[in-house]
């Protein structure tokens, strides 16, 4: 159980991390198509000032462009969060489960089973067990064998 101390505080530290930046990406996301609204309110408000007479087509132009800024940071922002996804995922242990919501990410792994939960400096035990990783699937990943929808997946590495 000593050696498993710092594998078990380096999965949880990276659990740990992975759920802050996920938590981070989703509320630049959110700040991004917030900001993404409102820049596109501000060209139809331009457009309609310019209609008027109260505007030049350079301030239209301006707007549009402050938009396409907009749009760019938001879809910079979906990829964050895209890469929080599955880095969270890969930490959790469910990066390659068929089903992340049906995976047991504690289910036959060594190092969880023997999580002491009456021990509060245990990272593992501390965790809830949706944050728990199989420490195996971790330091033996699959192997795919072929490319496409119907490659099959061995669960050891190949012999060389």
Known sequence: ??????????????VAIA?????????????????ETLFAQ??????RKLTAGSSTLIDVISQRDRLT??????????????NALVDLRFQTGT????????????A?????????????TDPVAAAPAADRVRVVDLLTPPVVLASGADAPVVDEPLER
């Open 19 to 35: 759920r802050a930046a996920r938590a981070t990406s989703i509320a630049r996301l959110e700040r991004a198509e917030r900001a």
């Open 95 to 106: 990066l390659l489960a068929a089903d992340p919501v049906a995976a047991d990410p504690v």
């Open 1 to 14: 159980a000593v050696a498993r101390a710092p594998l078990r505080l380096a999965i949880a530290s990276g």
């Open 69 to 82: 800024s907009a749009e760019q940071r938001r879809i910079r922002a979906q990829q964050a969060l895209a």
């Open 108 to 120: 036959a792994d060594p190092v969880a089973d023997d999580a002491d939960p009456t021990d509060p």
């Open 42 to 47: 501000a060209v139809v408000n331009e457009e």
